[in-house]
């Protein structure tokens, strides 16, 4: 059995999108020879957590937990406090965008590295991973893998320039990024990205130095995802579902508008919408307004546990991407449990990575991130819902290949073990 280290601060109970990602990985590599020791953080700071998260921990996972005491910076209070206060706003803005690089958990380091270098002295690991974003975290394993000659491999479960999530203060800050990015690459053993498009952006990018890749699926656990039965027992109305978290440039705005536009010429439709996730206050006071009020639901943050039975009882599950440079390189990681779900797919998406996983193994629907065609496409499918002629993924086995955790680590294992030689 070989051992990697796991350096992530996307771990239970913190809930992003990140954690079935890490959680995967903890479940199901030891299935292939590799054991996952786990440096996290001990209290994550301003991000949703959901306790019930730590039940889904492998029962002899070694976790080592380390201190943060850093700037909550992504915290709803205190972004409020800052807005309210315009020196509270500048400082906030030059730590965010000047200090704190690449990200808020580069203050970490100073606690983590020596915990991390003592673990690898008495572990004795084959190699180092390190789980981004946050892409501070590549910067302080690339500090434990030269310390110790031990190889070390980032996994970008986002991209770190090119992410559409992300905006840039101003070229200077860029321009650091990049060269910390290049530094990464340049010394990384190898790169696990999760998508065809973003190990080439390595690749064409670094083409002269970038390492060995691998595409890690973003996968559905086999044992917590099933196939939902057809059709939804309640066929009053046709019920599309979302589950997920916007935040930062991430914006439900298309989808808002698309939705008004769809209501306002169709009053008597039979569509309802369930939100399930983190949605901004603005967002959430436009679904308590006519037209969509009564007609678009949210629930909050559901239970980690409570996501699948969620998806089964919609109709349609939507994925949802804004229009923004860096879309096309990623797909988010709820896609492969719709996928697993047998239900109808609309991606409200950019032509892309997550495009073609919906349109092909999905046989799902794909639109622009324009109100206009959004709401075209509702009237569409509100239109085949009633003649029962929605599409609904039918290559299973396909997408088990593919998707499923079971299949996505063991590939995963086979890499790292080219890797982990001399």
Known sequence: MKKLILLTYTFPPLSTGGTPVVLNMCRYLPDNHWEVIVVTVEKPRGMKTDQSLLDELPEN????????????????????????????SMIRFIAHNYILIPDRVITWRKKVLPVLKKIITDEKPHAIMSFGPHHSLHLIALSASKETALPFI????????????????????????????????RK??????????????????????CPASHVAENAYDPARISRADQPV?????????????????????????????????????????????????????????????DRVKHYGHLKWSDVPEFQKNCDILIGYLNNRKGSHYKNASKTAEYLASGRTILGIVPEGAMAARIRKPGRGYIVQPDPEEIAIMFESLEYQWTTSSLRVPVDFARIEEQFSAVNVMKRMAGFLDRMAGP
Do not use: C
């Open 154 to 185: 980032p996994f970008f479960g986002d991209l770190w320039l090119e992410d559409s999530y992300v905006s840039w203060p101003s070229k200077l800050n860029r321009l650091v990024e990049s060269l910390l990015e290049r530094e990464v690459v």
């Open 233 to 293: 027992s309640d066929s009053k109305y046709l019920t599309a579902g979302w589950t997920g978290n916007f935040f930062a440039s991430h914006s439900p705005v298309e989808l808002i508008e698309g939705l008004k536009m769809f209501y306002n010429r169709n009053p008597n439709s039979k569509l309802r919408i369930n939100m399930a996730g983190g949605i901004d206050p603005v967002s959430l006071q436009k679904l308590k307004s006519p037209p969509l009020k």
């Open 188 to 209: 990384a053993r190898g790169i696990i990205a999760t998508t065809e498009a973003s190990t080439g952006y390595f690749l064409e990018k670094y083409v002269k130095f």
């Open 61 to 88: 996972l070694k976790v080592f937990r380390v201190p943060h005491k850093g700037i909550a910076t992504t915290n709803p209070a205190s972004v409020e406090k800052a807005k309210n206060n315009p020196i509270r």
